[in-house]
């Protein structure tokens, strides 16, 4: 199956701290003594965040410059004339999306629409039909689906939306992005269980690639073999920041999960790190098998972490394990580390016709115009086939809470 693990975006800058407002919604959340169990108000679906000239799968989303947001998607390609996919295919992508001046998303009505979607809301950005996060010389790179000559696939694949870690104050955003090196074979088996993940550095100038155009940031390679083989990827799985302090997740081949930590300027420095062990924090690096470091956080499969303000509570909302079921689950813990809820269920949606059916669930907290608002937006990757060709769309959902 993919490695589809990955997930959350961080909306909110470190040095964010949303002031309450006046009247804070009176909440009924907290049962369990400390648990958060959210419900669902009410759910409304939209339709999908498209580029429309490209078809892409699992578009994970952070806030960016000037109140826009950032979205990196997986493997894209080029639309033709007929509206259906070419080649070649390049292994990520990015986009922007705009607000209208209120902060309300500005859907357009959809102008072929085979999946009788509400509305759209169009993404830009310059591709130039290169990978986002760039394909190293030991990759394949002699194309941008990191391709083997043995049909074998350097898959790098982002399994999480960059995560800011400073934004500085001419409007300059440093941000980082985990990816495993997966090595795959047609059928989407690993040749590695556990392989080396990147560390790639996004990089944003408001004077270099403007506040409004097209332009991408900058992505870079800080050190290829971040992590080694056979060690956990942290940042890969899942990555939230909160008071000038990122947390990192990662997910081994066995679904075990585990916890870091290291402070937004250090994220380069892995002799800054520190990982969450028997119940406190050390910087002695766990081996895939050290005992104590399983942290019960998410429900084994691709979601967000979001830090909710309303309930004061930290969220992960996404897929159970690796499955293409249509569903979306929550769970929430007062800390990083838990103590995590057991999952609950929150919303079934339509799958596509084709096999993948519904998969690459994702939350994206920096669509809600204040951190505030009791709602969330999701989405998910919907595989359809239509002339015999794949099609992937990204329908957005908003679900308002009790
Ligand atoms: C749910 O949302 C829809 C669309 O936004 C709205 O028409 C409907 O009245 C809402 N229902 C409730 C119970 O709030
Ligand atoms: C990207 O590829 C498409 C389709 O092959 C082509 O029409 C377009 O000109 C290319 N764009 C760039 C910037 O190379
Ligand atoms: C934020 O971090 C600072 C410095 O590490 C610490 O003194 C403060 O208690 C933290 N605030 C919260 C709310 O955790
Ligand atoms: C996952 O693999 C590690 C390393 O072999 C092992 O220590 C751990 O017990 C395994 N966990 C599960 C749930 O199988
Ligand atoms: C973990 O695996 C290493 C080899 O990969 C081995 O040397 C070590 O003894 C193992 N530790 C435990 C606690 O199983
Ligand atoms: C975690 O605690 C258990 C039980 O006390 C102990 O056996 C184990 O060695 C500890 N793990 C580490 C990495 O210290
Ligand atoms: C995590 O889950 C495992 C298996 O269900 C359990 O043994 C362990 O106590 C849990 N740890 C925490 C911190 O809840
Ligand atoms: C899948 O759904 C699309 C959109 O409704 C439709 O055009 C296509 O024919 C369907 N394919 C199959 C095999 O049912």
């Given at each position: 199956m993919l490695q589809w693990l990955f997930a959350l975006s961080t909306a909110l800058p470190s040095s964010f701290s949303a002031p309450a407002p006046a009247t804070v919604p009176a909440l009924t959340l907290r049962e369990n003594g400390d648990?958060?169990?959210?419900?669902?108000?009410?759910?409304?679906?939209?339709?999908?965040?498209?580029?429309?000239?490209?078809?892409?799968d699992s578009c994970g989303s952070v806030g960016w410059n000037a109140g826009r947001v950032l979205w990196v998607c997986r493997d894209t390609q080029n639309l033709g004339t007929d509206g259906l996919p070419t080649f070649p295919v390049y292994t990520s992508s990015a986009s922007y999306t705009d607000f209208n001046s209120d902060g309300s998303i500005p859907w357009q009505s959809v102008p072929?629409?085979?999946?009788?979607?509400?509305?759209?809301?169009?993404?830009?950005?310059?591709?130039?039909?290169?990978?986002?996060?760039?394909?190293?010389y030991d990759e394949c790179n002699s194309n941008?689906?990191?391709?083997?000559?043995?049909?074998?696939?350097?898959?790098?694949?982002?399994?999480?939306?960059?995560?800011?870690?400073?934004?500085?104050?001419?409007g300059s955003i440093l941000a980082y992005t985990w990816i495993k090196k997966s090595h795959i074979t047609p059928d989407?088996?690993?040749?590695?269980?556990?392989?080396?993940?990147?560390?790639?550095?996004?990089?944003?100038?408001?004077?270099?690639?403007?506040?409004?155009?097209?332009?991408?940031?900058?992505?870079?390679?800080?050190?290829e073999q971040f992590w080694p083989q056979n060690s956990f990827a942290y940042g890969d799985y899942g990555?939230?920041?909160?008071?000038?302090?990122?947390?990192?997740?990662?997910?081994?081949?066995n679904g075990t999960i585990s916890l870091a930590k290291v402070g937004v300027n250090d994220v380069e420095d892995r002799s800054k790190y520190q990982y969450w062990v028997n119940n406190s924090w050390t910087s002695t690096?766990?081996?895939?098998?050290?005992?104590?470091?399983?942290?019960?956080?998410?429900?084994?499969g691709q979601g967000t972490f979001y830090y909710s303000y309303p309930w004061q509570s930290y969220v992960w909302i996404g897929q159970q394990g690796h499955t293409v079921d249509p569903d979306f689950w929550i769970t929430t813990a007062p800390e990083p580390y838990g103590p995590w809820t057991t999952p609950t269920h929150i919303l079934s949606v339509q799958a596509?016709?084709?096999?993948?059916?519904?998969?690459?669930?994702?939350?994206?907290?920096?669509?809600v115009?204040?951190?505030?608002?009791?709602?969330?937006?999701?989405?998910?990757?919907?595989?359809?086939?239509?002339?015999?060709?794949?099609?992937?769309?990204?329908?957005?959902?908003?679900?308002?809470?009790?």
């Open positions: 648990a958060v169990i959210p419900k669902v108000k009410n759910t409304t679906l939209y339709g999908p965040v498209t580029d429309p000239s490209l078809v892409r072929t629409n085979p999946f009788n979607y509400m509305s759209e809301w169009i993404m830009y950005g310059n591709n130039q039909n290169r990978s986002f996060y760039p394909i190293q941008q689906a990191g391709q083997c000559g043995d049909m074998s696939r350097y898959a790098l694949w982002p399994d999480y939306p960059p995560m800011v870690s400073v934004i500085n104050a001419d989407l088996s690993s040749l590695v269980a556990d392989p080396a993940a990147t560390l790639y550095r996004v990089w944003y100038q408001p004077e270099v690639e403007g506040t409004s155009g097209p332009t991408l940031p900058e992505v870079e390679v800080v050190q990555n939230i920041v909160r008071n000038g302090t990122a947390y990192l997740y990662a997910q081994s081949s690096v766990p081996a895939l098998n050290t005992s104590g470091i399983q942290v019960n956080a998410t429900y084994g596509g016709n084709y096999s993948l059916g519904a998969y690459s669930m994702q939350a994206h907290p920096a669509l115009s204040s951190p505030w608002t009791n709602e969330i937006y999701v989405s998910y990757t919907k595989n359809d086939i239509v002339q015999n060709k794949n099609l992937y769309t990204q329908p957005l959902i908003k679900i308002e809470w009790e």
